[in-house]
């Protein structure tokens, strides 16, 4: 897509959506999600990255690159605050999940993050680089693990939310939208 299109395309986006990348459009209250707060493992998202965060330096990269809220980035006297928050752990990433978003069992979760991971490629988020025809082979990947099993349906509409909220990348942001845009046209979510 040249620059013009680029330009016409994202000035659609603003006008259906919003500015979806302002900081007010990344609270949750406005997307309604605080009532469902048990159904996410924010828990388990913050032991995942706990555990990774040793070796990789993760969890720093994930609190550093100011995605997160103001109480959640204060600096205490043992480094940074681990504790992600939900609205958090929802905004855009160029680093794979550690763990499923929402609450399943663990082998769900194992299938969750490669979905994450997908999405990153299909994105253009993660380091290597996927032909049209990859892009369209885990476009049907992720609608077949979709229609499959109800939990993962809903664990990638959260995953396409995630990558779709404060993403700085016009490029991987309107691939986000494209798939959302398929995903809700082949299967609603099933709560």
């Given at each position: 897509?040249?620059?013009s299109g680029i330009a016409l395309a994202n ?30 493992q924010v828990d388990g998202f913050n032991r ?36 992600v928050s939900l609205d958090d752990m929802l ?101």
């Amino acid at each position: 897509m040249n620059e013009s299109g680029i330009a016409l395309a994202n000035g659609v986006l603003e006008e259906q959506y919003g500015d979806c990348d302002s900081p007010k459009a990344h609270r949750l209250p406005a997307l309604g999600l605080e009532s469902h707060h048990g159904s996410f493992q924010v828990d388990g998202f913050n032991r995942a990255l706990q555990r990774g965060s040793t070796s990789s330096g993760k969890l720093a990269r994930f609190l550093s690159l100011g995605k997160t809220s103001p109480e959640h980035r204060k600096n205490t006297a043992g480094g940074w605050d681990s504790s992600v928050s939900l609205d958090d752990m929802l905004l855009h990433s160029v680093d794979p999940i550690p763990t499923s978003l929402l609450k399943m069992p663990s082998d769900q979760a194992t299938k969750a993050v490669k979905m994450f991971n997908s999405l990153l490629k299909f994105t253009g988020d993660a380091p290597c680089e996927v032909s049209d025809i990859q892009q369209m082979e885990i476009a049907q990947k992720l609608l077949h693990n979709g229609l499959k099993r109800a939990e993962m349906k809903d664990e990638l509409y959260m995953h396409l939310l995630k990558q779709t909220r404060g993403n700085p990348n016009f490029e991987s942001k309107l691939r986000a939208w494209q798939l959302f845009h398929l995903v809700a046209s082949t299967m609603p979510p099933s709560k």
